[in-house]
């Protein structure tokens, strides 16, 4: 008898943790856990179009990858095969529309001066607008390089790269220098 009156809170008390466990997890709606997905959400900010991205496309990560890897290995035709007839360029500094073979000779200047260059990527992201009319590359990464003077030195990257017809027609970089 002393057995059951034992087993029985025991019981009780697990399949209490268990409901407690699994089935509190969904909320109602308007609860603080609950994303808000429609025009509801009280922003502290206003903007023109709030919540606007999809998940995008891969065959547009697959562009952005492939040119940065191809620039990485200092293969340069090989990266300007996925860039537009003109780019955007924004960088810290150069804010400019460029022809692709103006952009192409300033990636093979600033890749002659370097011994190596690796970047180590830590992820990505591809999205397109509810409207479908951009489509946007995010790219994170460490880039290490040694130069021809054995100096060594490294970033934090951001890409934002807008693609349009399966080409790269603006390029920002956003740079943080590692110490």
Not at 53 to 66: C, P, Q, R, S, V
Not at 124 to 140: A, F, G, R
Request: charged fraction near 30%; include cysteine; hydrophobic fraction near 35%.
């Amino acid at each position: 008898m002393k057995t059951k009156k034992l087993l029985l809170p025991g019981v009780l008390s697990f399949a209490l943790a268990i409901t407690t466990m699994y089935g509190c997890k969904e909320k109602t709606a308007g609860t603080q856990d609950t994303p808000a997905s429609d025009s509801t959400a009280q922003y502290p900010y206003t903007i023109k179009h709030p919540d606007n991205w999809e998940a995008g496309n891969t065959a547009n990560t697959l562009i952005a990858l492939k040119s940065l890897k191809a620039w990485e290995a200092g293969k340069m035709d090989e990266s300007m095969k996925y860039f537009g007839d003109s780019i955007l360029l924004q960088f810290d500094g150069p804010d400019k529309k460029l022809p692709k073979d103006s952009l192409k000779a300033m990636f093979v200047s600033d890749w002659s001066s370097y011994k190596t260059v690796k970047v180590k990527m830590q992820d990505w992201e591809s999205v397109i607008s509810k409207d479908k009319s951009e489509e946007w590359v995010t790219l994170w990464y460490r880039q290490v390089w040694e130069t021809k003077k054995e100096v060594k030195d490294s970033l934090d990257v951001t890409n934002d790269l807008l693609i349009k017809d399966g080409k790269i027609t603006r390029l920002s970089e956003y740079t943080r220098k590692l110490h």
